[in-house]
């Protein structure tokens, strides 16, 4: 009974991982001061809308971009600042 259950616990990790990996390989990714950014870039009427999570901690973002800024959440916190700033992130 045991060996099933752990069997089946391996299979459900394998089939979790692999899904994540081909859904991380289909978004966009970039390091910065030692965390890597893994998100996708979305269209809208207002602007463009980044979301992702920020790892090795997955904490989740949902960033706006309009007129040269980028506002919105990031692990729960406010954030704002100018795209400028944001250009001296690494692309991996």
């Given at each position: 009974m045991?060996?099933?259950?752990?069997v089946?616990?391996?299979?459900?990790?394998?089939v979790a991982t692999a899904a994540y990996a081909e859904d991380a390989?289909?978004?966009?990714?970039?390091?910065h001061e030692?965390?890597?950014y893994v998100y996708q870039v979305k269209d809208t009427k207002t602007g463009k809308v980044i979301?992702?999570?920020r790892f090795p901690d997955a904490v989740a973002?949902?960033?706006a971009v309009k007129n040269g800024k980028v506002s919105g959440t990031s692990g729960g916190q406010q954030v704002a600042f100018k795209v400028e700033e944001a250009r001296?992130?690494?692309s991996e």
């Open positions: 045991l060996s099933k259950l752990f089946a616990g391996v299979v459900s990790a394998t390989a289909s978004k966009q990714r970039f390091t030692g965390y890597t979301s992702g999570r973002f949902n960033l001296g992130a690494a």
